[in-house]
């Protein structure tokens, strides 16, 4: 089955700093490759996702990159604030299936 | 859009009742709905996927006849926890696919006394 890495598992910022978080993923077919946040006790909410066909997407401060040869994504975020702070999981979805595989997940804290 | 809703939030029941949470998609069709569970500070367990009209696919490890899942239309699937224990207490999220793209609920704490 698929295998998903995320690192850090804890990333503290000063605000207006960037953030970067990587998730690396084993099974060459998957083709979506989504990112939530989850503040605590709500559930994840979905901030931006890529697919395989693209090498990168933005969407105001926050950024994916995808590198399909070495099988891994990146969510950025510029300008950090300290509403960002929550924790953020990565996601993967194998093609042929609907199951989306869950990295372990970041905690990400902004500091004023 | 592709908004999800969960009911009850919060709810806390004693030992060996059964409950039921309740997942909506209030803004669109989803042939497909997921529940995961959620310790602290861990990711997300998918518990079963479930799909409309026909029956729930439970992950390995999950007792079916203790969460049992009922997806009647394309906007709700509800999980009963049945005969609940402690162990039992968690936070349960639900998903629903659209089709590739997943939104999900906000969550409900089970607290099992």
């Known amino acids: 089955g698929e295998n998903v890495e995320q690192h850090p598992s804890t990333l503290s910022v000063q605000e207006g700093d960037s953030a970067v978080i990587k998730c690396t993923y084993s099974?060459?077919?998957?083709?979506?490759f989504p990112w939530y946040k989850q503040e605590l006790g709500k559930g994840p909410q979905l901030i931006i996702d890529?697919?395989?066909?693209?090498g990168e997407k933005k969407d105001q401060r926050i950024a994916v990159t995808l590198n399909k040869t070495a099988k891994h994504f990146s969510l950025h975020i510029t300008e950090t604030q300290p509403e960002d702070s929550a924790v953020y999981f990565c996601?993967?979805?194998?093609?042929?299936?609907?199951?989306?595989?869950f990295g372990t997940g970041t905690q990400l804290k902004v500091e004023l | 859009g592709a908004v999800v809703s969960q009911h009850p939030s919060r709810v806390i029941c004693k030992s060996g009742t059964s409950v039921k949470i309740e997942c909506r998609s209030l803004?669109?069709?989803?042939?497909?709905m997921f529940w995961y569970r959620q310790f602290p500070k861990k990711s997300l367990m998918l518990m079963a996927t479930?799909?409309?009209?026909?029956?729930?696919?439970?992950e390995q490890g999950v007792e079916k006849d203790k969460f049992l899942i009922n997806h009647a239309s394309l906007t709700l699937s509800t999980l009963t926890v049945t005969s609940a224990h402690p162990e039992d207490s968690s936070f349960y999220i639900c998903?629903?696919?659209?089709?590739?793209?997943?939104?999900f609920g906000p969550g409900t704490r089970l607290t099992v006394t």
């Open positions: 998903s629903a696919s659209v089709p590739s793209e997943q939104y």
């Open positions: 099974d060459s077919a998957s083709n979506y």
């Open positions: 890529i697919r395989s066909n693209v």
């Open positions: 996601g993967v979805l194998t093609g042929g299936g609907n199951k989306l595989t």
């Open positions: 803004d669109f069709q989803a042939t497909t």
């Open positions: 479930s799909n409309e009209g026909s029956k729930a696919t439970y």
